[in-house]
């Protein structure tokens, strides 16, 4: 069973940066696309960046595009999201997720999330 662990979250002033990671364990196959969520307060969870566990692919929304930066590490089994420039409107819960490509279709897993609070 595919786990994730996220870490990195905290209080920043706006500005600032701040790396998430997210490390995976329980990987079975080979095919997946890793990357980061978040969720702000009242507001719906959307997606920041993803990147292909094999390929290196990347793609970022386009209110991180320019200042997140998502990376992964094949040998540690973990995905770094690099956070520069933040902003208030970056505060949100961080859910690192996977989509693993089964036999018999994708199934997503979800960390529990880290708090980024960027505030003055």
């Known amino acids: 069973q595919l786990q994730l662990v996220e870490s990195g979250g905290g209080l920043v002033q706006p500005g600032g940066s701040l790396r998430l990671s997210c490390a995976a364990s329980?990987?079975?196959?080979?095919?997946?696309?890793i990357g980061w969520f978040r969720q702000a307060p009242g507001k719906e969870r959307e997606g920041v960046a993803c990147v292909t566990w094999r390929g290196d692919a990347t793609i970022q929304a386009d209110a991180v595009k320019g200042r997140f930066t998502i990376s992964r590490d094949n040998v540690k089994k973990t995905v770094t999201l690099q956070m520069n420039s933040l902003k208030p409107e970056d505060t949100a819960v961080y859910y690192c997720?996977?989509?693993?490509?089964?036999?018999?279709?994708?199934?997503?897993?979800w960390g529990k999330g880290t708090l980024v609070t960027v505030s003055l």
């Open positions: 997720s996977v989509r693993e490509f089964g036999t018999k279709g994708p199934k997503d897993y």
């Open positions: 329980g990987f079975t196959l080979d095919g997946y696309v």
